[in-house]
């Protein structure tokens, strides 16, 4: 948070935060992040190398239709998501360089992974954002299962459109039958929700994660 008694101009709780080298926390003040960085003991403060808007995360377990790979950085590329049974679009989803590159769950000095090793029908679960020009950047790669696609399909983001037998999330429209549980509600446009469906394309839930008009605020003062 802004800290104007801070000689970086942040803190979180007494801790300074200095942010000066994380292009990716700019205009992320007052929303809810997460914050990786390293901690500085002898001048008591975080410096921050990157920022994740938490309020904007998108995720999807999905089937990978295709994979394009920069040929000099194997981290840097795009994904084609795919959600079989359903319409709509494929998620194309980028994996940027510094300062935005995606973290690769598993990788590590001993066993690199990187976009080299995922191919057309692999199972995998990604973490993105949507940029301001609204394409969906990578914050987090995790392989689930080789070639042979996913035993369920996930996607969490806004709802598009909600029908009696539809409902479409991220332009990939689900289809809602009379076995599909709604946790809490049925979702109205704009609000954020998980869904899990086989590999029919029907969604076996919908669960809200954030509504958009919260029902808690008709408790307010």
């Keep these: 948070m802004q800290d104007t008694s801070s000689s970086t101009g942040y803190s979180i709780d007494s801790t300074q935060v200095d942010i000066s080298s994380a ?58 998501c795919m959600f079989p049974g359903t319409t709509g679009d494929l998620l194309l989803v980028e994996f940027r360089d510094s300062p935005e590159l995606a973290e690769f769950s598993d990788d590590d000095s001993i066993d690199h992974f990187d976009l080299t090793d995922v191919s057309a029908g692999d199972c995998v679960e990604i973490k993105a954002s949507a940029d301001t020009t609204g394409a969906l950047v990578a914050g987090l790669l995790e392989l689930e299962d080789v070639s042979s696609g996913c035993d369920s399909y996930e996607l969490q983001g806004p709802v598009d459109a909600i029908a009696a037998d539809a409902i479409t999330v991220l332009d990939v429209q689900f289809t809602v039958d009379g076995n599909t549980e709604f946790p809490a509600r049925t979702p109205s446009a704009g609000d954020s929700v998980e869904i899990i469906a086989g590999a029919d394309g029907i969604a076996d839930s919908v669960e809200i994660t954030d509504s958009q008009n919260s029902e808690d605020s008709s408790d307010s003062d």
């Design 23 to 80: 292009p990716s926390c700019t205009d992320l003040v007052g929303t809810v992040v997460e914050a990786e960085g390293v901690y500085d003991q002898s001048a008591a403060v975080l410096r921050v190398e990157t920022c994740e808007d938490e309020d904007d995360e998108l995720e999807m377990k999905c089937k990978v239709s295709n994979v394009s790979v920069d040929p000099l950085m194997p981290k840097v590329g795009t994904i084609e």
